[in-house]
């Protein structure tokens, strides 16, 4: 029985989800294609928990695992000379939801079917579209440095005031 939405708690923060969502949260310790199940279910749809819902239980399947954009900690004491710089990258997972259940139902296998067909859809499509960008990467910076050089070699820095002096004397010359 699918619910419309399901208020789940997991590495102590709270997550609204629902079906075929796509959240981040602290790391799990499982491999990328895993079922995982979140127990701490607060509420689902209308039904409230006091302080979690009895047998509910949301189904996800781990998309990926890894490290967030760092973050600098600068810690400065003024007028001590006393500066400390210090980074830190945080792990998350990335999860897709793909059911909520209620009443102790176990997470089908359809739904872990089902995930694993839209992931493997999902891993084809952008793989044959980052192969052009790569190939046309490839070829543009060889042509960039080449139209450098060519323009380089026939514009020089005493070339251009010759060319303009003379453009300008005979716009005056056109306006008399």
């Given at each position: ?50 302080p979690l819902v009895e047998g509910a239980l949301v189904a996800a399947e781990l998309v990926e695992t890894k490290k967030q954009k760092t973050v600098i900690i600068f810690k400065k004491r003024r007028r001590h000379n006393s500066r ?93």
């Amino acid at each position: 029985m699918n619910m419309t939405f399901a208020v789940i708690k997991t590495g102590g923060k709270q997550y609204k989800v629902a079906a075929n969502d796509v959240i981040k949260i602290e790391k799990l310790d499982a491999e990328a294609g895993d079922i995982v199940t979140f127990d701490e279910v607060l509420m689902v749809g209308d039904t409230i928990g006091a302080p979690l819902v009895e047998g509910a239980l949301v189904a996800a399947e781990l998309v990926e695992t890894k490290k967030q954009k760092t973050v600098i900690i600068f810690k400065k004491r003024r007028r001590h000379n006393s500066r400390r710089r210090n980074g830190h990258r945080q792990l998350l997972t990335t999860v897709r939801i793909t059911e909520i259940l209620t009443g102790g139902a176990k997470p089908t296998i359809k739904a872990a079917a089902k995930a694993e067909t839209t992931e493997a859809v999902a891993e084809k499509a952008p793989a044959k579209k980052a192969a052009p960008k790569a190939e046309a990467a490839a070829d543009a910076p060889a042509k960039k440095p080449a139209a450098k050089k060519a323009a380089a070699s026939e514009d020089t820095a005493a070339e251009k005031p010759a060319k303009k002096a003379p453009a300008k004397k005979a716009d005056k010359a056109d306006k008399e």
